[in-house]
DNA sequence: CGGCCATTTGACACCTGTCAATGTCTGTGG
DNA sequence: CCACAGACATTGACAGGTGTCAAATGGCCG
C-alpha cells in the first residue's frame, strides 16, 4: 500500500515551488524516520514541550484544544503531506493536541535535521514557510466560519475546503472524497452540536448538494455548492508570490 | 505626548528575551520611519501585495476579513507594541485588509530591513518569531471562544485578554483600560449582533463583573470574571522556553 | 447473538438575530 | 445659544436557528 514514489509533502510543494533535484533529495531526506500511531493516543498533548515535528505520509489528525468544561474545539485537520507541529518545535512549546483520527504513518523530524535541511537547501525554507502560511490563513478562514456563516454554510464551506486541500495531493476531486471522520468531529470543527451536523448534513444531502455517507462525501452538484458556500476555490493556491 | 523612552515593542519583547545593547539598538532603528494614518482608511487592503510591516507606535488597529454578503469578521486587534502585516510582508501576500481605530502612529519597516536586522542581531529574530508565534496563539484561542462558548463568557474572555494584553505595555491593570471599541467592534469580532453585544454588556454589568462604557472597560470584579470566563491570565506569557 | 458506537429523528427550550423605535452625546452651523 | 444631524447606545417584541434531552435505528465486531 505504501509509495516508493515521491512524498505527498513534495508533490504539494513542488505544485508551488520548483524545486531543484538537490532540494528534493534534501526534503526526502527528512522523510526517512517513519513511524506508525494508532487510533487515540494523542501525538502531542497540551501544554507539552519539547517534542518533535511530523510530516505526515498517511492517515487523518486534527489538532484540537480543549476546555476546562470538557468541550472540544478542533482547529485544523491535518491530511496526508500536511505539516503537524511545525510551530512547536521551532518555538519549543505547544498550545494544543494533536490526536490521529485514523491508523497513521508520520515522519519524525527534529529540530535540528530542520534547520540543516534548511541550510542545505535555502529555498527550502521558503517552501516550508510558506506551507506555515497557508496554514494559518486557513485557521482564519475557520475563525470566519465560526462567526459568520449560518450551520449549513459552515459545514458547505468546510467540505469543500477539505475537498480543495485533498485534490492537492490526489486524494479527492470535485466528484467527492474519503473521509474519515464521524459526525462528532465535524462538530466539533464547526462549534455545532452533533445533532444539528445530522440536520445539516440531511438537508444538504436532500438538496442534491452533497452526500455526507459511510466514510465517504460526494459532491451532487459541486458548482451550486460552491454559489452556496461562497467557496473560493483558489483561496488555498497562494500562487504567484513564490514562483520568481 | 510622544515618549523619547524605549518602544513598546522593546518593552514588550523585553519581558521575555534579554535583549542586549546591541540588538536593543537595532530594534529601535527598525522603528525610526514614524507615520500617522487617520481613522478609517484601511493600512492594507484584502488581496493588495507588496505592501510594508508595521509597527505600532500609538492607537489601535483591527484586522478583518468581508464577506461577499457584506458581513465581516475582525481576526484579531493591534495595540501599541504589536506588529501588524508581519507575514504579508515576509511572504509577499495579504489575505486581510487592516483598518485604524482610532488615529495611529506606526512605523513603517521594509521586508529587506527587517531581514537586515535580523542579520546585525539574530536573538532579535527569535523574539520577533515570539511575537509573531503568540499572535498565532492568540488567533486560535479567539476560535475556540467563538466556537465553544456562549456569548457571554465570549466577552468575558475578551476583554480579559485585551486587559491581558494592554497590561504588557503599560497600558491597563485589573482595574481597567481605555478601549477606543465601539459595540460594533465587539459585535465583528465576536461574532454577534449588535443589539446582542448590548445585551451582554448590560448582563455584565448588572452583575458588577465588568463596565464597559464612554471608552474605558473597568473590571468590578476580576477574580469573578476571570472565574467565569474559564481564563488563564498566563497563556499570553509563552516565556521559559525562550529565556535560555 | 449481544454490546457498542455512530447515526437518525422528534420534541422542546432558549440563545441569539432581526426589526424598529427611542435615547444620548457630540460637533456643526445658523 | 439653539437647532439639527449623525453616530453610537439602549430597549422591546418577535422569529428562527441551534442546543439539549431522549429514544430508536443501524452497522460492526467479538
Redesign the interface.
Known sequence: MDTIKPSLLTRKLSAFVALSAHELAALERLQLRRRTFVVGRDLVHQGQ?KQAAYILASGWVCSY?T???G???I?DFQIPGDFLGL?SV????S??SFEPITEIQAAEVQAADLLEAFATAPRLATAV??AA?RD??M??????N????DADVRMAHFLLEMGSRLALVGMGSQEGYDCPLTQYHLADA??LSAVHVNRVLRQLRESGLVTFRSGRVSFDNYNHLVKLA?FDPD?LD?T???LK
Open positions: 514541550s484544544k476546555q476546562p468544561d468541550t472540544r474545539q482547529v510551530r521551532l518555538l519549543r512549546t498550545d494544543h514557510l510558506w502560511s494559518e490563513a485557521v482564519v478562514e475557520h475563525l470566519v465560526l462567526g459568520r456563516r464547526l462549534g461562497d483561496y497562494l504567484g508570490p513564490l
